[in-house]
């Protein structure tokens, strides 16, 4: 599967932003889905996780209750809509594919996942 990533840009501190991850190749829907992202000088970290129905979902602490990860499998594009932005929410933002069963889990692990988007940089200014 490639990975697309879009919808970065620069918003100010308590502001929204959506992305996109539009996938082509295999089948979407065998794929769970997450988002990442790395702030400059800092590892690249787990953000978000979607299964591949949709119906489970995880999220970092420093996120919960304000990002929401959602999927598309008809489309073939997973979305993080990112609401109440901080400064420290700035960073490249990686969508990335796990080809799982159906009834597993997606993983927080970055070594899960095998298929990763361009990336995407959010800024969020003060």
């Known amino acids: 599967v490639q990975l697309q990533a879009s919808g970065g840009g620069l918003v100010q501190a308590g502001g929204s932003l959506r992305l996109s991850c539009a996938a082509s190749?295999?089948?979407?829907?065998?794929?769970?889905m997450a988002w990442f992202r790395q702030a400059p000088g800092k590892e690249r970290e787990f953000v978000a996780s979607?299964?591949?129905?949709?119906?489970?979902?995880y999220y970092d602490d420093s996120v919960k209750g304000r990002f929401t990860i959602s999927r598309d499998n008809h489309k073939r594009v997973a979305y993080l809509q990112m609401n109440s932005l901080k400064p420290e929410d700035t960073a490249v933002y990686y969508c990335?594919?796990?080809?799982?069963?159906?009834?597993?889990?997606?993983?927080?692990?970055?070594?899960?996942?095998?298929?990763w988007g361009q990336g995407t940089l959010v800024t969020v200014s003060s």
């Open positions: 990335a594919a796990d080809q799982i069963i159906m009834s597993a889990m997606p993983s927080q692990e970055e070594r899960s996942y095998d298929y």
């Open positions: 190749g295999r089948s979407f829907n065998l794929y769970a």
């Open positions: 979607i299964s591949r129905s949709g119906s489970s979902t």
